[in-house]
């Protein structure tokens, strides 16, 4: 089975920089995905990482470390539109993708 | 809008009634992919198609579901015999077959069965 790890929920305040940690033990490895989701709403793609190191798109970042699955989202400069969930997930096979429960992100002003 | 659509958008339906929910992916993707999504939890696989083909379905998909993506483009999930534990939301997402495949999200179907 595929077991992927994330915090709950985090808090953060506006223009902070908050950072969600994904650990992972799967039975396969062929990438990470960051997705956003707003409540009642689709996933929406952040980022890829299929090589160990950051990856950085504007505010946001993302790490992979494969030898520990480890990685981590950064999101800098928060806004109240950040706020969502940020689901972490893994690409265990050429097309499918395990998911994470998901963070939580509440940016208060 | 070019992205991916689903229809219908809500349905809420009577137990041992059967649904059917479409989607529709971005047009030049080969893979469509459901999922499904529970409060609290990130999205589960279902079953995935390539081209017209259904190429894996989960052990969470019981004999009462049933996919098909007929000629390629649109697809339909089933539920038969819809039972409480169904209700969710049903997500579809579509990609290219190549490169990073990102899977592009509709906005889901949401199931209550009463």
């Known amino acids: 089975g595929q077991n992927i790890d994330q915090p709950t929920e985090m808090t953060a305040t506006e223009g902070a920089i908050v950072q969600i940690n994904c650990t992972y033990q799967?039975?396969?490895?062929?990438?990470l995905f960051w997705y956003q989701q707003h409540a009642g709403e689709a996933p929406t793609f952040l980022s890829y990482?299929?090589?160990?190191g950051l990856e950085e798109k504007g505010r946001f970042s993302s790490f992979l470390s494969r030898s520990k699955g480890y990685s981590y989202l950064l999101l800098k400069e928060l806004q109240m539109k950040d706020s969502a969930s940020y689901l972490c997930?893994?690409?265990?096979?050429?097309?499918?993708?395990?998911f994470g429960a998901g963070t939580t992100v509440t940016v208060r002003a | 809008d070019t992205g991916v659509s689903q229809d219908p958008r809500h349905k809420i339906t009577k137990r041992g009634q059967n649904v059917t929910f479409r989607c529709d992916p971005i047009?030049?993707?080969?893979?469509l992919y459901w999922y499904r999504q529970t409060l609290g939890q990130g999205p589960e696989f279902l079953t995935y198609?390539?081209?017209?083909?259904?190429?894996?379905k989960s052990r969470l998909l019981s004999d009462r579901f049933s996919a098909e993506r007929p000629k390629g483009s649109f697809s339909t999930l089933e539920i038969q015999r819809t039972e409480q534990g169904d209700s969710a939301m049903y997500l579809c997402?579509?990609?290219?077959?190549?490169?990073?495949?990102?899977?592009?999200f509709g906005p889901g179907t949401r199931l209550t069965v009463l």
């Open positions: 047009s030049e993707h080969n893979r």
């Open positions: 198609f390539q081209n017209e083909a259904q190429l894996e």
């Open positions: 799967t039975s396969g490895f062929n990438g």
């Open positions: 997930a893994v690409r265990v096979q050429d097309y499918k993708l395990s």
């Open positions: 990482n299929v090589l160990d």
């Open positions: 997402a579509s990609s290219l077959l190549a490169g990073v495949v990102e899977q592009f």
